[in-house]
């Protein structure tokens, strides 16, 4: 018995996702609810578990594939299963009468484990007995001659967005289908200039961060106003903290001052609703943090951060930090937040315009601490200096709420020992 096993929707309203390996291969044996792949989302790496124990019989999709949610991607051979149970019948098994077998129980019932159980509409594509390249849209027709080129529609598409002659591709795939790295050398061989130039396909995390920042920015009237300020204080604290065994970081008290100022100004912690035209004022702060990964910014969530003391919301954020860029994050940890921080003073940057996180009324961004003259206490002296820049939904808050809140948190960093819930 042969049952196929689809692209499951993973919970994020997705149309497609990106296959990044497999787990197993043809001829494998497997148990329920062992990985089969890694597929990448626009927000993370997930694990898709076997929803079936049986052979591997077909592998549809190869690594680096973008597959539409709903194509098949794995075939399973169920017929060693369903001889086990034929060779031990039971005392109340019936005769045969002509008619089809059951499906196994197992068969049609099984479940992947976090997605819920399948549903059968009637709809599924009819597979053949070929590669999944050959089971997509309409071939198309013949480009010179006779030559006729086979390829996924993810992979037509990219040739068309590349300007590559699919005709002209020598394909690499099961039954000389063109793959994605057929096409990408295709690119590098046709380039003009040369002299190394690479093309990158945008997706995953790229294409669903330049989706939502375009989004926000062309959505959300933004506003940025800019505060420098002395922050010696500020660092002179987190090193007393270190020294005496305590848990502190610039960006942790940053954070601590954002949810002590949102708690004065709740307007700045909201959101635009224009579906019920509503202005949603959330009563928790769940604090999102960019954070640079190798597949590029994602903005984890560490929830309830105005209910956490220093110490533990320094080993949050750099808790979440950590697994962000180990691509250890589930989805759901990447969604929710109510507004964001980033902190480009890292790369050595003064200040910046950041972009709203959507869905959220504003973002802090923090800049580089340079060593300067400062007016301090009567005279000049060589400060710790920083320039804060906050961004905000002009429709949610006005000039005036984002000025009183970006003061609040300049105030609490240019002196955190004036705020004993600090520490």
């Given at each position: 018995m042969i049952r196929d096993f689809a692209l499951p929707d993973l919970g994020e309203g997705l149309t497609e996702s990106e296959l990044v390996a497999?787990?197993?291969?043809?001829?494998?044996t497997v148990a329920l609810n062992q990985p089969l792949a890694e597929v990448e989302t626009a927000k993370a790496i997930v694990q898709l578990p076997s929803p079936f124990a049986g052979v591997i019989a077909q592998l549809y999709a190869e690594p680096g594939q973008?597959?539409?949610?709903?194509?098949?991607?794995?075939?399973?051979?169920?017929?060693?299963?369903a001889a086990d149970a034929d060779a031990a019948p039971s005392a109340t098994s019936e005769p045969a009468t002509g008619e089809p077998a059951a499906e196994p129980a197992e068969a049609r019932t099984a479940i992947l484990v976090g997605y819920g159980p399948a549903v059968e509409t009637g709809r599924r594509p009819q597979r053949k007995a070929h590669s999944f390249?050959?089971?997509?849209a309409p071939q198309a027709p013949p480009l010179t001659g006779s030559t006729r080129w086979r390829a996924a529609p993810p992979v037509r598409k990219l040739a068309h967005d590349l300007g590559i002659d699919l005709g002209a591709v020598a394909g690499t795939g099961q039954g000389g289908a063109v793959t994605r790295d057929d096409v990408q050398r295709a690119t590098a061989m046709s380039a003009g200039t040369g002299r190394g130039d690479t093309r990158i396909p945008i997706r995953g995390v790229r294409r669903a961060t330049a989706a939502a920042m375009v989004a926000s920015a062309f959505t959300a009237p933004h506003v940025t106003e800019f505060l420098t300020i002395d922050v010696t204080r500020t660092l002179e604290l987190v090193t007393r903290l270190k020294a005496a065994g305590g848990s502190a970081s610039l960006l942790a008290i940053v954070a601590k001052a954002m949810c002590l100022a949102t708690a004065r100004t709740p307007e700045i912690n909201s959101s635009w609703d224009e579906a019920s035209s509503e202005i949603v004022q959330f009563g928790a702060v769940h604090l999102g943090v960019a954070v640079a990964t190798p597949r590029g910014l994602m903005v984890p969530v560490v929830r309830d951060a105005d209910r956490l003391s220093l110490g533990d919301l320094t080993e949050a954020i750099a808790a979440t930090a950590a697994e962000a860029r180990a691509e250890g994050l589930a989805p759901a940890s990447l969604t929710g937040s109510t507004i964001s921080v980033t902190n480009v003073g890292v790369f050595g940057v003064d200040t910046g315009t950041p972009i709203i996180n959507p869905g959220e009324a504003a973002i802090l961004a923090i800049g580089a601490v340079r060593r300067l003259p400062w007016e301090f206490e009567g005279g000049v002296a060589l400060r710790d200096v920083m320039t804060l820049s906050l961004s905000f939904d002009h429709r949610v808050v006005d000039g005036e709420q984002g000025s009183r809140f970006l003061v609040d948190v300049g105030g609490i960093l240019s002196d955190p020992g004036t705020v004993i819930a600090i520490v």
């Open positions: 497999w787990h197993v291969a043809v001829g494998d973008t597959v539409a949610v709903g194509t098949p991607i794995i075939s399973f051979d169920l017929v060693d299963a390249a050959d089971r997509g």
